[in-house]
């Protein structure tokens, strides 16, 4: 059984920038129910399936197949929920611990989160500067509800 462990951040700041380089993200939703979440994902080349799970406290079941990237486009073209999620993601080490920040395009341009997996639900972190309020848990800011309420919106 695959598990993901992660808390989400709003970012505030820029001082993350000059410490990764982005790479872009294209992804759609097949399913957006509560309980199962179905994800095409297309990351630089390489195309993906993700399957999750009901997300409880910042846990839920993750898993991620690779498909083949011209199968990802014609899905994320003919089959998935519109609009397609946009962003640049940059990695980046602090203190141990991966932080992917995710810089939204399109119908949620302005909207930046930071995310980090965890291997524990109790697992310390220390938090860097650029990381403003804790929205783990907080459905609006899920990319599968981005696409039915666009930050743009909001």
């Given at each position: 059984?695959?598990?993901?462990?992660e808390?989400?951040?709003?970012?505030?700041?820029?001082?993350?920038?000059?410490?990764?380089?982005?790479?872009?993200?294209?992804?759609?939703?097949?399913?957006?129910?509560k309980?199962?979440?179905?994800?095409?994902?297309?990351?630089?080349?390489?195309?993906?399936?993700?399957?999750?799970?009901?997300?409880?406290?910042?846990?839920?079941?993750?898993?991620?197949?690779?498909?083949?990237?011209?199968?990802?486009?014609?899905?994320?073209?003919?089959?998935?929920?519109q609009?397609?999620?946009?962003?640049?993601?940059?990695?980046?080490?602090?203190?141990?611990?991966?932080?992917?920040?995710?810089?939204?395009?399109?119908?949620?341009?302005?909207?930046?989160?930071?995310?980090?997996?965890?291997?524990?639900?109790?697992?310390?972190?220390?938090?860097?500067?650029?990381?403003?309020?804790?929205?783990?848990?907080?459905?609006?800011?899920?990319?599968?509800?981005?696409?039915?309420?666009?930050?743009?919106?909001?």
């Amino acid at each position: 059984m695959a598990q993901e462990i992660e808390r989400k951040f709003l970012v505030s700041g820029d001082a993350w920038r000059n410490l990764a380089e982005p790479i872009h993200y294209r992804q759609g939703y097949l399913s957006t129910q509560k309980d199962r979440i179905v994800r095409v994902r297309i990351v630089g080349e390489k195309g993906y399936l993700t399957i999750k799970g009901l997300t409880h406290l910042a846990t839920r079941l993750e898993y991620e197949y690779e498909i083949p990237y011209t199968e990802a486009v014609e899905i994320l073209e003919k089959l998935c929920e519109q609009p397609i999620i946009e962003k640049k993601r940059y990695t980046v080490c602090y203190r141990g611990h991966y932080w992917e920040i995710d810089e939204f395009e399109g119908v949620n341009k302005g909207l930046i989160l930071a995310e980090v997996e965890l291997s524990h639900p109790d697992e310390s972190i220390e938090i860097p500067d650029w990381i403003g309020e804790e929205v783990t848990g907080d459905p609006k800011y899920f990319n599968s509800n981005l696409v039915k309420h666009p930050y743009t919106i909001w």
